[in-house]
Each structure stands twice: as structure tokens, then as C-alpha cells.
């Protein structure tokens, strides 16, 4: 079986390769340029039982953005240059956490740091997006890109369900590109601080245990995932999944949670 691991940085994918000439280990490296070369760095591809030779026996220390296994993209990196815009908000972008998703353990999930504040930019998208979620209490816009969810935060983006690696640097590019033509157009936008609950609290509803025990305070579920939306109440109020005979709906819950920038605690 291949597995898949990209890079924070540059200079971490440099260690890589170096140490990858020690060893000679056959592996397959993963290019995002040119069309997504603002958005991604290489992704390197090795059989899992290589990954010890390649992490072990003192030939470097690298750090990587975590290992998944390799899926063959659905589609290849675009010909195209990206395009530049004067006024970059978004700024430069790095995956730092790649792991399956909890959900669905044949995607991928991926959060991505980038040096700009995209907090500006949120009133305006939430004019221009009526089917996305902004918070202005926790600072988080969420819109759903068909099946999956994307969390994006002032100087982080949190993607759900991603097919593969091409995928992730695709949702990127998209987000990259979507907010900088927004801010770039801002002055003909009207912003907006419109909150629409219903939506991402729906999708925490459907994984909670929706037994309405009324042992988080609340007499139904639906109260609860509203309740938890807003950032009236925390999480772990949901006893039955926190200790309780729901335990094996944690995972989901936090990572859709995490997601929607609503807090555990």
C-alpha cells in the first residue's frame, strides 16, 4: 500500500528529500505547480513499509504534515498560472495537519495555515455567499463545496472530505482565489454580519446521539446543536456521548464541531 505525507514548509520538504538520497528509497514526488503552486507544497509518495526506513536510523528529522493513504487523483494540476493580485490577503498558504477524515476514512481532511487575516473579508463574503455561515462570535465562515465543509478561519481553513491531494490544493486555490476577488471588489459589496443558524446546526444534530435525555440542560437534541452553534453552551455537555453510551459518536461530533469553530470546552 502507498502512503502520502506534504509539508508546512519548504525547508521541511528539503530535509526530505536529502534524507530520501541517503537512503534511495523508490517514491514519487507530487507537484502542485503550476496551478496550484500558490497553495501547496510537493507531496511525497512511499510504500508504508518504506516509511521506517525513511523516518528511522539517524539520516535526518523532517517534519511532515501527517501521513494518509495514497489515493490516485480524479483529476491533474492545472496548466494554468495562477493568478497574482496586488493586494494578497490570503498571502502565503501551508498545510499543516493531513489526516483521514473521521468521518469518511476514504478522504482526506486538511487544515491549512496562510499569513494573511481573513477576518476583513468575512461581512463581505457573507453578502456574497447567501448559502454560507458567518459567525462573528467565534470568527468563522462556513460554506458547504458539495459534500464537503469548509471551515475558514481568520489565519486558518479547516477542509472536510477532500478526495485526494489534488483535491486539497484545488479547494485551496478556490479559496485563495474567491476572497481575494471579493476584498479586491469589496468597495461595490455591502457587508453583512447576518447570522443563519440552521444550517451548521443541523449538521451537528446528526451526530449527536438525538435521544433528547435533557441531560445537557436542554429538552431536545435540535436545542442543543443550536444552543452549541451560537456558543451558549460547550460540547461536553452532551453526556451521553462525553462518558456516556454514545461515546463512539465523539470523533465525528468534535471534528464537525472543530470545523464550525464551536469550542469543547
Known sequence: MKILTTFPSAGEFEKAKQVLEKVALPHVIM?????????????????????GKLLGGGQGVFITSGWVDFHQPAQSVPNNT?????????GTVAIMVLQPCTADLTKLRATAHFSGDLSPVFPFMNSLMRDA??????????????????????????????????????????????????????????????????????????????????????????AF??????GQVALTQCKPVFGGTHGHLKDALV?????LGVQKE
Not at 507537484?31 to 516509511?51: H, N
Not at 446543536?225 to 451560537?230: G, I, K, M, Q
Request: with cysteine.
Open 255 to 259: 471534528e464537525i464541531c472543530g470545523g
Open 133 to 222: 455561515f458567518y459567525n462573528a462570535h467565534s470568527q468563522t465562515f462556513t460554506f458547504m463545496e458539495g459534500h464537503r465543509m469548509i471551515a475558514v478561519y481568520p489565519r486558518r481553513v479547516a477542509v472536510a472530505k477532500t478526495n485526494d491531494i489534488v483535491d486539497t490544493w484545488r479547494v485551496l486555490e478556490m479559496l485563495r482565489v474567491r476572497f481575494n476577488e471579493c476584498w479586491k471588489n469589496r468597495a461595490n459589496i455591502t457587508p453583512s454580519t447576518e447570522l443563519r443558524k440552521c444550517p451548521p446546526a443541523l449538521e451537528i444534530y446528526y451526530r449527536l446521539p438525538k435521544i433528547n435525555c435533557g441531560e445537557c440542560g436542554e429538552r431536545m437534541c435540535m
Open 82 to 90: 495562477p493568478p497574482e493580485f496586488d493586494e494578497d490577503i490570503f
Open 225 to 230: 446543536a443550536l444552543r452549541l452553534w451560537s
Open 31 to 51: 507537484k502542485p505547480a503550476p496551478g496550484f503552486s500558490l497553495v501547496g507544497l510537493p507531496a511525497l509518495v512511499i510504500e508504508e513499509e518504506d516509511r
